[in-house]
């Protein structure tokens, strides 16, 4: 089947054209030709392939889909972006001038999916803008919301706090399966579908790289390559991935079919995936043809077989979905987020006081209430108040404990980088639960973000002030 449906109202082709490289085309300042690229889609709209995936930040790529749209108004398309904003506080301005950029970009009055990024979930702000892109939906300028590079915890964060998530668009291949465990089963819970993208692993998982020598990462490689040649050295390096690709080579010749389609076929049939994304240059050389094959080839389990066990042999690439834009190692094409971030601003806003204390307040309506400060820092002592899952005068993770953990736990970490600490600085934490039952469920959340760092803990049942809050937590730290 050539189409799937991610959402009610929602049907794209199963293979999505990905426009990343347009950016990756114009890196020496000159703009690709509008109209040309518009051309260059009609080949792949006429062929099924009607979906087209871009971003604010990928160059011209929302102006060529527009220009397709002016010029070729008799083939309709499904135009799926993304907003990127940089670090730091969200307003509901700036969400609505995003959005209205898009649309005029892409001659459109509504987003058939606008997919948010986040940069630092210690940073509450990224629930701000998934709010306000909410309310721009139930509005009608965004058909379906996604987002992209999100990790399980704060996927499950958004959706169990009521937000109308559609889809999670991740790095997912044979040589990353990060999506492949918890994410996969977050999404079968809420109906969410992965759009995957790096399945080809910037054109590496192909026969133009059988039994070739290893290149240099340096600027001779496409952005994309230069990405995906890190993703193969933290896989293991050259020599695993070429077995890689040598187990994909038999299975192609038994299939009359290529590497890629391989690939992308074993990707199509990974449980929650709705769609793959492939890159384009739209410059006229790719092969729709070929393209169209994966959609054709049907894997035997001995295949699967193969498969498996080429993969197991491969390190795991470490982390959570979208970690790669977070933490190190940062599996980017420059090794970090240089060209990506300037700055990442304090989560908090911070006062001192006549005595030298550092006060960090988080706005919740706690804080004014009843007088005190989600963190305070003097010298190398930071105090963290006890927090619970309260966002302004929202309730975040809705009644579901793991998730109103997780935020906690963003609450916690964003108090201290706002005073100039990290996780790895604190020394205890005591955690309050409401109900007893849940004690597990917590104490693995705890665990998720502490287990490297082994500070001293304590948790008992406590009746929290508030019927909705259903854990608590404090923290002391040292720097």
Request: hydrophobic share 40%.
């Amino acid at each position: 089947m050539n189409t799937t449906e991610l959402a009610p109202g929602l049907t794209v082709s199963r293979l999505i054209n990905g426009l990343w490289q347009i950016a990756d085309r114009e890196r020496n300042g000159q703009q690709v030709d509008a109209k040309a690229a518009a051309a260059a889609m009609l080949p792949y709209v006429q062929a099924g392939l009607t979906t087209f995936d871009m971003a604010d930040h990928y160059g011209s790529a929302e102006e060529i889909v527009g220009t397709f749209r002016k010029v070729y108004p008799q083939h309709p398309i499904q135009s799926l972006t993304k907003w990127v904003p940089e670090p730091g506080p969200v307003t509901r301005a700036a969400v609505k001038q995003a959005v209205d950029r898009a649309c005029n970009r892409l001659h459109t009055a509504c987003i058939d999916l606008m997919q948010f990024h986040a940069w630092n979930y210690a940073d509450p702000s990224w629930l701000d803008a998934l709010f306000y892109l909410a309310e721009l939906k139930a509005q009608g300028q965004i058909n379906h919301l996604g987002v992209t590079n999100f990790d399980t915890a704060h996927l499950h964060i958004a959706l169990a706090s009521g937000i109308p998530i559609a889809t999670n668009q991740v790095c997912f291949s044979l040589l990353d399966l990060r999506a492949a465990g918890e994410m996969t089963a977050l999404c079968h819970r809420y109906g969410v579908k992965l759009l995957t993208f790096g399945v080809l692993a910037g054109g590496f998982l192909s026969h133009r790289w059988l039994d070739k020598p290893e290149p240099e990462l340096n600027e001779s490689l496409t952005w994309s390559q230069m990405k995906y040649k890190r993703f193969i050295d933290a896989a293991g390096g050259w020599v695993l991935f070429q077995n890689m690709l040598g187990v994909l080579h038999r299975i192609s010749e038994r299939h009359s079919t290529s590497i890629a389609n391989v690939a992308v076929r074993w990707m199509l049939d990974q449980p929650a995936v709705g769609a793959v994304l492939v890159g384009t240059r739209l410059s006229g050389s790719e092969s729709i043809q070929d393209n169209l094959n994966a959609l054709r080839v049907t894997l035997a389990e001995s295949d699967r077989v193969e498969i498996r066990a080429a993969c197991a042999q491969l390190t795991s690439i470490p982390g959570d979905c979208g970690d790669e834009y977070r933490k190190p190692p940062f599996l980017t094409a420059s090794g970090d987020l240089s060209h990506h971030v300037s700055q990442f601003p304090k989560p908090y806003p911070v006062k001192r006081d006549v005595r030298g204390v550092d006060h960090a307040l988080s706005g919740t309506v706690w804080e004014d209430l009843a007088g005190f400060s989600r963190a305070i820092r003097k010298g190398n002592r930071i105090l963290i108040s006890g927090t619970t899952a309260t966002h302004g005068d929202r309730v975040i993770g809705g009644a579901d404990p793991v998730a109103q953990m997780q935020f906690v736990l963003d609450k916690i970490e964003g108090a201290l980088q706002s005073l100039g600490a990290r996780l790895e600085d604190v020394v205890r934490t005591r955690i309050y639960v409401r109900h007893i039952n849940d004690w597990e469920l917590i104490a693995r959340a705890h665990g998720q973000r502490f287990a490297h760092i082994q500070p001293a803990n304590t948790m008992v049942r406590a009746d929290l002030i508030g019927d909705e809050y259903l854990v608590e937590m404090e923290v002391e730290a040292e720097v």
